[in-house]
């Protein structure tokens, strides 16, 4: 049984740039939740998939965009990006995730820096 | 408002000690975690909840659904505990707590 792998671990971009966070998940588990973690809070929901659609969304604007793959592993995007964007960027993957049912599996997140 | 409030935001204890975490939320759930997060930023999931309590080793859940309460214990704290513990509850999706910064001295 694998876990979730996040790439790359760490990432420095400057400001306006295009960045991509990969994500595997956890063999079995077809759904995918992207979360931002800035610096001393707690992690805030971005968006989740569900066999290769998005399912459901925080308040973070579409410059945040993703996607899930056949193989249920999942892309972050984000677009333009803006200094405030710098944080811990952490995926999970679940079974099911909206019924209630399973736990998580997270992965070990990606720092992006943005200067 | 938060959804999900955790207390103490920070705790320092002496190796040995019982700890507890008290988390509150004010949504309805399907579930409640609780999450343990080292420095390094990768998080490990301890329990999910839907009613009454678990037990894993030296860590305890417990959850009160009429109260929308919970609470983590640790028993015999260790230094290797140190870490960020998050209470998260599961509404459509994860909703988490700020977290609360443990730190045990031998």
């Known amino acids: 049984e694998t876990g979730v792998t996040q790439s790359p671990t760490h990432l420095i971009k400057t400001r306006g740039q295009q960045v991509t966070l990969r994500c595997s998940s956890q063999?079995?588990?077809?759904?995918v939740s992207w979360y931002q973690q800035a610096l001393g809070q707690g992690p805030q929901f971005i968006f989740q998939?569900?066999?290769?659609?998005?399912?459901g969304r925080g308040n973070f604007p579409p410059r945040f965009s993703g996607l899930q793959f056949p193989n249920y592993s999942s892309e972050l995007n984000v677009n333009a990006l803006e200094l405030d964007d710098s944080a811990l960027y952490l995926c999970?993957?679940?079974?099911?995730?909206?019924?209630?049912?399973?736990?998580?599996?997270f992965g070990s997140g990606t720092r992006l820096t943005v200067v | 408002k938060n959804e999900v409030e955790q207390s103490p935001q920070n705790l320092t204890a002496q190796e040995g000690e019982f700890i507890t975490i008290n988390c509150s939320y004010s949504?309805?759930?399907?579930?409640l975690h609780w999450l343990q997060q080292h420095p390094g930023g990768g998080i490990v999931s301890l329990f999910m909840?839907?009613?009454g309590k678990k037990k894993h080793g030296r860590l305890i859940a417990t959850i009160n659904i009429q109260e929308k309460h919970s609470s983590l214990h640790i028993t015999a704290s260790h230094p290797r505990d140190s870490a960020v513990y998050i209470c998260?509850?599961?509404?459509?999706?994860?909703?988490f707590g700020t977290g609360t910064r443990l730190q045990v001295f031998p």
């Open positions: 999970a993957s679940s079974v099911a995730a909206g019924q209630g049912r399973g736990g998580y599996t």
């Open positions: 063999s079995g588990h077809n759904t």
């Open positions: 998939y569900y066999r290769e659609e998005e399912n």
């Open positions: 949504v309805g759930i399907s579930a």
């Open positions: 909840l839907s009613s």
């Open positions: 998260a509850v599961r509404f459509n999706e994860l909703i």
